[in-house]
């Protein structure tokens, strides 16, 4: 496996950046190097919050990038500022529970999932940013499910553990959606 | 001991708690602030102390207190709140104790604003404060790298009996990254003889730095610098990545130079012969590695987040032997790879004379470059 | 003939055997002298630090026999903080001018009190800069002549005089505010006590406590010594009132 650039980006309580650690604490258990960085100040106020993930097998460089492998986003802004910054042939999972517009880029490999109706299905409204990593993982499997779930299960706070079923039920069907429409 | 995914901040915070600081002084100031929370937390906690003083001018009188008792004490802080320090800085200087200062450095002049930058050079390296002194400026580049600084830091401080400044960027103090946390180191129970602690059955110790008598002061002086002269010879640290057969020598420090990392990387698969020089040590510089490297070199490529600061003293080092260059980022723009990475590919194709000044061919690239990115 | 002596004033142990550099007739000598009396009658001086402040008594630590730091323009109070918090079983104290302490110092005396630092501050209020050559203090008196208020303090133009103790004395840190004189013996010896009563409360964990100590300047103020002691008792006590501004109740009945 290469370096593998993630970027994952929404408005701010959509838990963008707890998926970016999970996926790094699944990188660092399973002997990767990683790194991760948010965005920070008054930008995260009200407004958009995302993180960068850089997973790789050699010591990592820089810790951004400009043109990502991945994108998450999920919300419309991240859309539309992403679409066109993903890097030739990478991927785009767009949460299309927020927008009715198509990903009109062809040379990158994109995925509308509506994570908002997914999630209350469930039966937890915050867990968009799980299913949105189940999805990603189907698409770019920088790791297999099950240790992203491990991950998880080891590294969640003590007072969401009990959400950890409905938390695995989301990345489970992030990645179904994901298999079932490519 | 295994890794753990550490944020930044709090990591360096773990890593002083580790390297026995038993006293901490701060104000808040984002981005450097999750420091002095985590203190205010973990201090108390092992019966160590922690104040949140009023201001960053008392934070640092509180530090300058502390350390005359011989004790390891820091403060963290970020840019503006460094300009309020530096007079205490400088009287830590001139009265030769050591302290441990962190800052986090971000956009600027003035308010600024709150983003990564390097734009502190010339305030921590060339000085800041009033005077004739000379502080260690250590510049880490990750996470693992801050923490092993720290303590380093503390024990350049005790050892010369310095100001030791840790200069990383909003970047680092928010990143995660696995890394080690050393195991905790004891606390020495024995009084340095020059400390304060109440002259009992022994002579008053005085700790000033006033010298009225000029001649004093004179002598003073030469102690410092002779100490610094040491501390040129000892205590350079300095980083290389595939320098050995490089033809083009890129320079830079902390994230920008972490950054460059990855783009020399690029280069080197597109078969260009570059190599980069990350100095640790910003103060002492690593000169004589750089005199060595310009021997080697046909172009030197100096990447910093501000306007050029350790550009000049690259410049003073190299001497003309080859044209140096500089590409730069200000404001708290962190470059990016990509950037840089073309930066190393125009500096390859270049043989021209280069500038007397290089910021004179970069300000009209930067500025093309600003406006094809909004 | 059998002589016999009596010693009835010799140097206190907390003094060392140097002359002060004070002009003739400054008050800044005498209390000196107080606290030293105070530190050697309450057996301190093997475990006091002392800070010395910007200002006239700058050397301070030259004339104390005892540990000493030196303390950058008004930060005296944040240094002490930071040695206190450290060393908390040591006796810790700032000797400070009104220029250092009021002016350029405000801040971290206001919370050093604030925090109720268990220090003791010796202030000493003399109404003008000393050290550099007689300006405008914010103690100086409406209509007293400095170097920088030629004229006479105009108060619209440059504010009125600030009262420290009654300032310090509503911080709920504080533990010991008091405002004393030394025009006259009588006064000098009410000034000891009060110093020896801020010590104890340090001692005793108690709190951050201050004793203002109205003194003369003879050269700033252009007065032999005798008219400037007269200037403090007759001009300053009327704008700066002794008193006791908080005195914590274990020190009350304290006999000392
Ligand atoms: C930052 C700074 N500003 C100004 C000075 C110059 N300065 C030295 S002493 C002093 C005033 C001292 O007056 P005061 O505290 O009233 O003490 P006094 O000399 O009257 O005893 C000033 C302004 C300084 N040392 N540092
Ligand atoms: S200038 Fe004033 S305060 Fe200073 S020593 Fe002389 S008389 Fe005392």
Redesign the interface.
């Known amino acids: 496996m290469d370096e593998t650039s993630i970027i994952i980006s929404g408005f701010g309580g959509q838990g963008t950046l707890f998926a970016g650690?999970v996926l790094?604490?699944a990188s660092?258990d399973n002997g990767l190097?990683?790194?991760?960085?948010?965005s920070?100040?008054?930008e995260m106020r009200g407004g958009t919050a995302h993180c960068t993930v850089i997973v790789s097998e050699e010591a990592i460089?820089?810790?951004?990038?400009?043109?990502p492998d991945v994108v998450l986003a999920l919300n419309l802004p991240s859309v539309d500022k992403y679409e066109t910054l993903v890097k030739e042939g990478g991927v785009l999972v767009a949460n299309s529970s927020l927008f009715d517009r198509e990903i009109t880029r062809q040379s990158i490999k994109s995925l509308l999932i509506p994570v908002n109706k997914i999630a209350e299905e469930i039966g937890l409204a915050r867990l968009g940013n799980m299913i949105m990593v189940g999805a990603m993982l189907a698409l770019k499997p920088i790791l297999p499910l099950e240790k992203v779930k491990e991950a998880l299960g080891n590294?969640i706070p003590e007072r969401h553990k009990k959400t950890l079923p409905m938390n695995f039920e989301a990345m489970d069907k992030g990645y179904r959606f994901a298999k079932d429409h490519l | 001991m295994a890794k753990e995914l550490l944020k930044g901040n709090h990591a360096f915070a773990e890593a002083a708690v580790r390297a026995g600081v038993e006293a901490f002084y701060g104000y808040p100031i984002t981005p450097s602030t999750e420091f002095l929370e985590y203190m205010s937390a973990r201090l108390p906690a092992l019966g160590r102390v922690f104040v949140q003083a009023e201001s960053e001018v008392a934070a640092i009188n509180m530090v300058y207190g502390a350390a005359c008792t011989g004790k390891r004490v820091m403060t963290a802080s970020s840019s503006p709140g460094l300009s309020l320090m530096m007079e205490g800085i400088s009287y830590i200087a001139g009265t030769e104790v050591p302290a441990v200062v962190v800052n986090v450095m971000r956009g600027g002049p003035g308010l600024g604003n709150i983003a990564p930058s390097q734009g502190d050079y010339y305030q921590m390296i060339k000085g800041g404060g009033h005077g004739d002194y000379f502080p260690i400026v250590l510049a880490p580049a990750s996470v693992q790298e801050a923490i092993d600084y720290i303590g380093l830091a503390f024990d350049l401080a005790d050892k010369y009996r310095a100001i030791v400044h840790i200069v990383v960027d909003g970047n680092m103090g928010q990143m995660m990254e696995p890394a080690e946390l050393p195991p905790m180191r004891e606390i020495p129970e024995k009084v340095p003889d020059w400390a304060v602690s109440g002259a009992k059955g022994r002579e008053p110790n005085i700790l000033t730095s006033i010298y009225i008598d000029p001649v004093d002061e004179e002598v003073t002086n030469l102690r410092l610098l002779k100490r610094w002269k040491e501390i040129e010879k000892n205590e350079v640290i300095f980083k290389e990545y595939a320098v050995e057969d490089a033809e083009y020598l890129v320079i830079g420090f902390g994230t920008a130079g972490r950054v460059a990392s990855s783009a020399v990387r690029e280069a080197r698969e597109a078969g260009i012969k570059a190599g980069l020089l990350r100095p640790i040590t910003l103060a002492p510089f690593p000169s004589q590695r750089l005199e060595e490297l310009a021997d080697q070199v046909k172009r030197i490529l100096v990447v910093e987040m501000n306007s050029g600061m350790m550009l000049d003293d690259v410049i003073r080092i190299v001497k003309g032997k080859v044209p140096v260059e500089f590409y730069g980022r200000m404001g708290g723009v962190t470059p990016l790879p990509d950037e840089i990475y073309a930066e190393i590919r125009r500096v390859s194709e270049n043989t021209g004379p280069g500038a007397e000044d290089p910021r004179d061919e970069w300000i009209p690239r930067l500025e093309k470059f600003i406006s094809g990115e909004k | 003939m059998v002589a016999t002596a009596e010693v009835i004033y010799q140097r206190p142990e907390s003094f060392t055997e140097v002359h002060t550099h004070y002009c003739p007739g400054c008050t800044h000598g005498v209390a000196h002298r107080l606290v030293a009396e105070v530190i050697d009658e309450m057996g301190l001086r093997e475990k006091t630090i002392g800070v010395a402040p910007v200002g006239c008594s700058v050397f301070a630590y030259r004339y104390f026999k005892m540990d000493f730091v030196e303390a950058a323009h008004g930060r005296a109070p944040a240094m002490a903080t930071g040695i206190k918090r450290v060393l908390p079983d040591r006796t810790v104290f700032t000797y400070q001018g009104d220029g250092d302490l009021a002016s350029i110092g405000i801040a971290e005396i206001m919370h050093a009190a604030g925090r109720g630092e268990n220090i003791t501050v010796i202030f000493i209020n003399n109404a003008i800069y000393g050290m550099t050559g007689g300006q405008m203090a914010p103690t100086t008196l409406e209509g007293m002549k400095t170097t920088s208020s030629p004229l006479g303090r105009d108060v619209k133009l440059a504010g009125y005089p600030i009262r420290m103790a009654e300032l310090l004395s509503n911080m709920d840190g504080s533990a010991y505010i008091v405002r004393r004189s030394m025009h006259n013996a009588a006064n000098v010896r009410k000034s000891k006590k009060a110093i020896r009563l801020a010590f104890e409360a340090q001692e005793r964990g108690l709190g951050f406590s201050l004793v203002e100590l109205l003194s003369s300047c003879p050269t700033n103020w252009k007065l032999t010594p005798q008219e400037a002691l007269d200037f403090v008792g007759e001009k300053m006590v009327p704008v700066f009132p002794l008193g006791d501004y908080k005195v914590h109740p274990t020190l009350e009945n304290l006999k000392v």
């Open positions: 650690q790094a604490y660092m190097e990683v790194t991760w960085i948010p920070y100040g008054p460089g820089s810790p951004l990038v400009r043109n590294h």
